[in-house]
């Protein structure tokens, strides 16, 4: 039966097979490109890299010239009767092949920082995410309120949302000066920057999801005597609870986006710095290894949250699964037995 | 059909006995010319229009009318989701401002907590009214009971069919003990088989609970077959058309659909929601677009 469905159907679903090729697919395909361009000699490769540099004075071993410079030089000495250079095709320094940077994922870490007392890869790493941590907590800790009472009460709404709605149109790295000047040079002016960045698209997607709660689950509370505080407490915080918590793994990724601006602000840390770093020192493998690190961190995090969510949020899974059980009996109702999962008719 | 058939207000010595002592029961509802004023872009729109009516301690009420008579409106003032322009709602004397627990309401749409399950959803009430963890719990397995849905207790809403989702909702508003149970076409989403097995399971709960109901329908059969009395509205403006005292003898049973007086009272009924000057649009203007000889019937 799969096998005879179309490739192509609008809104249909694919095969677990065919999902699971597509999946692998578009990863290849700009891996191969990367691949193709890297280690074939005749696509691109712009540069020579020269290995005997006849007479030309001042061509050296193991450099990049331009193949037409190359190529220019050559004339000039066969026209005079010199020994001629000789190089092989290179790509430029900035695009390394991919197994240099498969090697620099592993060199990155195990090589010591060229100064004492610069910090190691991880060291950057871990500072990075902390800054990433500590914008999105404070971030989060006034977002979130303010987005359920703007999404529940009229009153929240037209008070905040208009002037967010203005605020979050101003790009947050165009804070970066003033929040160097009112919190200093260190860590607190890059929190604020991923703060900006995420605070006000949080207070809107947040309000927005609360409104998006059945009105009609509010109405049975309240026929069923409950306050309003109540009412916020025990209908509209667990009724968005799940799609509260994809908001905020959207909003993480938010998060991320705003990571190497924050960190150029003040004195430059973290991943950032390393970036920097390297590519002044032209190791151009270690400059991609550490963006890929950046993107894995960030896709693995979610990829975590997101498995992590179907466990914390049973209701919305209709099969349950051993962890939620399991998470059910620890954090649930007490002598509650676990049930069998199947939909059963009256 | 050729049967003579009685008049709808005729009524058997045992159905008038019946009557004249719920009649003679508490008014548990009182609605005093009740009148519902919408403000609308051009102007106002009158939902609900001088209505009155008294509903007895233990009694059935169906109320039924065309689209757009306004019954949901109606029965969103009773549970004090909406507000009357003007008149008044008097649930055991008191008058009604907002929801509250004394009335309990059970929507057409699925509003169980999908977050609960079956019997956090019925406890949720009696926690509001701030009863004990342990009370609301041993009181809300007793009305999981009374709907036969002990097995799902633990069961999540969204594991449960339609039917059972219904019944778990009627259990949430009838553990909260409340004087009256209002019904906004609970039974509207469920297929025919389903629908009918409910009605005799709500009847058979009402014979057991001191609950006065009111339950809003657009199925005539439903409502003659649950109620008491049926509160008959007409629209444009939403208006008591007619109050009918159902005269099919109680205990009710399927087989009583072609009763005489059932088939009466249904053609009544249908006489005044569908009166005769529509009939002409039942015939659609069809062209013919198949072949002479290639007929159906």
Known sequence: MASKSKWFAIRKELSSKRRLILTVFSFLIPIGTWCAVSYVPWLWHPMIEIEDTGDVSYFREGRLVKKEVFENENEIMASTGKRLASGKR???????????????????????????????????????????????????????????????????????????????????????????????????????????????????????????????????????????????????????????????????????????????????????????????????????????????????TDLFLAWLGKHLFPWTQTKQSKVSQFLYRLFGPVNQTAFAPVKVEA | MNVELPHYTDQTPEVKKRFDELKSRKVILDIQNLNRVFETGDGEVVALKNINFKAYRREFVCVVGPSGCGKSTFIRILAGLDEPTSGQVLVDGNSVSGPGPDRGMVFQRYTLFPWLTVKQNVMFGLEMSNHSKTESESQALQWIDLVGLEKFANAYPDQLSGGMRQRVAIARALANRPRILLMDEPFGALDAQTRCQMQSYLMQIWRNVDITIVFITHDLDESLYLADRVLVLKANPGEVQEIIEVPVPRPRNPDQFVSPEFLATKKHLDTLIHPQDDEEKDDLPIMRMTNVGDEVE
């Not at chain 1, 620099?104 to 790493?125: D, N, V």
């Not at chain 1, 929240?156 to 149109?169: A, G, I, K, T």
């Not at chain 1, 009105?215 to 609870?241: D, F, M, N, S």
């Not at chain 1, 150029?264 to 151009?284: A, C, E, H, P």
Request: hydrophobic share 50%; glycine share 8%.
């Open chain 1, 90 to 300: 290179a790509n430029p320094v900035f695009l390394p092949a991919p197994h240099e940077v498969v090697n620099a994922f592993y060199a990155a870490f195990t090589t010591p920082p060229r100064r004492r007392g610069e910090p190691w890869l991880h060291e950057s790493l871990w500072h990075s995410i902390q800054i990433i941590f500590w914008g999105f907590a404070v971030s989060s800790f006034f977002g979130v309120p303010l987005g359920i009472l703007c999404g529940s009460y009229a009153v929240f709404s037209r008070l905040h949302e208009p002037f967010v709605e203005f605020f979050r149109y101003l790009p947050a790295p165009a804070f970066g000066a003033l929040a160097v000047a009112i919190l200093g040079i260190h860590d607190p002016p890059k929190i604020a920057i991923i703060f900006i960045g995420t605070f006000f698209q949080q207070i809107l997607v947040i309000s927005n999801t609360t409104r998006k709660l059945d009105v009609a689950l509010i109405e049975a509370a309240q026929t069923l005597g409950a306050k309003p505080i109540q009412l916020l407490t025990r209908v509209v915080v667990p009724g968005i609870l799940p799609d509260l918590y994809k908001d905020m793994r959207i909003l993480l990724g938010w998060a991320w986006t705003y990571l190497i601006v924050a960190e150029l602000v003040g004195t430059m840390t973290g991943i950032t710095w390393f970036i920097y770093q390297q590519s002044k020192y032209r190791i151009y493998e270690n400059v991609y290894a550490a963006i890929i690190m950046i993107g894995i961190i960030g896709l693995s």
